[in-house]
C-alpha cells in the first residue's frame, strides 16, 4: 500500500469532523437524561450513569469483536488496510473501555457502597481491557510492519474470543452486575423514555466510534507516508 | 416511606469524566494529525 499525505490528512480531517459531530450530539445525550428520562427512585441521580456507562460497554465489545474479525481477515488476505483498520480501532476501544471502566465504579460506590468488586463480569472486563492495551504495546514494540500486523492479529483474535465470556458472564457465573436489561432473549425490561435514550446514547457513540477511527486511520496513512519518504531519502 | 439518595454528585462526575475522556482524545488525535502533517511535509521536502 503506497500511502499519500493529501489522502491522508483528507481522510484525518473528515473523521475530525464526523468525530466533532459525535461529541456535540454526546451534550444532547446528557439533556435528553437530564430532561427526559424519569428519576429511578430507589437509586435517584446515580442511575443516570446508565446512559453513559452502558452505551460504552456496548461500543467498546463492538469494537473489540470488529479488530478481531479485521485481524483474522488480515492473516487470510493480508491486505495492509485491514491491519491498519484493526489498530485504530483497537485504540478507539481502549478509550470507551475506560469510559466503561471509569463510570462503572462512579455507579457502584453510591449503589454497592464499594467502588469495585472482584465479580465475574467486572473482571473480566478489566482483563479485556489490559489485554487490548497489551495488543497496543505489542504494537509499540515491534518495529517490522509485517511482524508487527501478524503478532497484533493473533493477540486481537483471542481478544475477540473473550468477548462472549464477557457478555455471558452474567450468567456463566454468579455476580452481583446488574442482568441485561436490553441484549437478553426476552424484550427489554425497560420504560420507552429510558430505552430510548439509551439507544440514542449507543448510536451516539458509534457516531464518535467512526470519526475517532477514520482520524486515526488518517493518521495511519500519513505515517506510512512520511517512512515511504524517509526510505526514497534513503535509497537516494 | 422510601427516600430518594441524594448522590447527584456521581453522575456529575461521571459525566464530567466521560467529556474529559472523549475530548481529551479528540484532542490529541487532532493534535497527532498536524504534527505528522507537518513532519509528513518536511520529509517529502528534504
Known amino acids: 500500500m ?129 489485554l487490548f492495551v497489551g495488543y497496543l504495546s505489542l504494537r509499540a514494540a515491534v518495529s517490522d510492519p509485517g511482524e508487527r500486523a501478524r503478532f497484533s492479529a493473533v493477540v486481537a483474535i483471542l481478544g475477540f474470543l473473550l468477548v462472549p465470556f464477557v457478555h455471558l458472564s452474567v450468567y456463566l457465573f454468579r455476580t452481583i452486575h446488574p442482568m441485561p436489561v436490553v441484549l437478553k432473549p426476552s424484550a427489554p425490561s425497560l420504560p420507552d423514555s429510558m430505552l430510548r435514550t439509551l439507544l440514542i446514547a449507543f448510536a451516539v457513540d458509534l457516531v464518535i466510534y467512526i470519526g475517532f477511527v477514520t482520524t486515526r486511520y488518517g493518521l495511519g496513512l500519513l505515517a506510512q507516508a512520511r517512512e515511504a519518504a524517509l526510505e526514497g531519502h534513503d535509497h537516494a | 416511606m422510601h427516600e430518594t439518595p441524594q448522590n447527584g454528585g456521581y453522575m456529575v462526575a461521571a459525566y464530567v469524566v466521560t467529556a474529559v475522556v472523549l475530548v481529551g482524545y479528540w484532542v490529541r488525535l487532532w493534535w497527532r494529525v498536524q504534527r505528522e502533517g507537518r513532519e509528513t511535509r518536511d520529509e517529502g521536502r528534504v
Open chain 1, 2 to 130: 503506497i500511502a499519500d499525505r493529501a489522502h491522508g490528512l483528507r481522510i484525518a480531517t473528515r473523521g475530525r469532523v464526523i468525530s466533532a459531530v459525535g461529541l456535540v450530539l454526546l451534550a444532547g445525550v446528557y439533556v435528553l437524561a437530564q430532561r427526559y428520562t424519569p428519576m429511578e427512585a430507589s437509586q435517584g441521580l446515580a442511575q443516570k450513569i446508565f446512559y453513559l456507562h452502558v452505551p460504552a460497554a456496548w461500543t467498546s465489545l463492538l469494537v473489540f469483536s470488529v479488530v478481531g474479525i479485521a485481524s483474522a481477515l488480515y492473516l487470510w488476505l493480508r491486505d495492509e488496510r485491514l491491519d491498519l483498520f484493526a489498530s485504530s480501532s483497537a485504540e478507539v476501544g481502549v478509550v470507551f473501555s475506560i469510559v466503561m471502566l471509569t463510570t462503572g465504579p462512579l455507579w457502584a460506590k453510591p449503589i454497592w457502597g464499594a467502588w469495585w468488586q472482584w465479580d465475574a463480569r467486572l473482571t473480566l472486563t478489566l482483563f479485556l481491557f489490559f
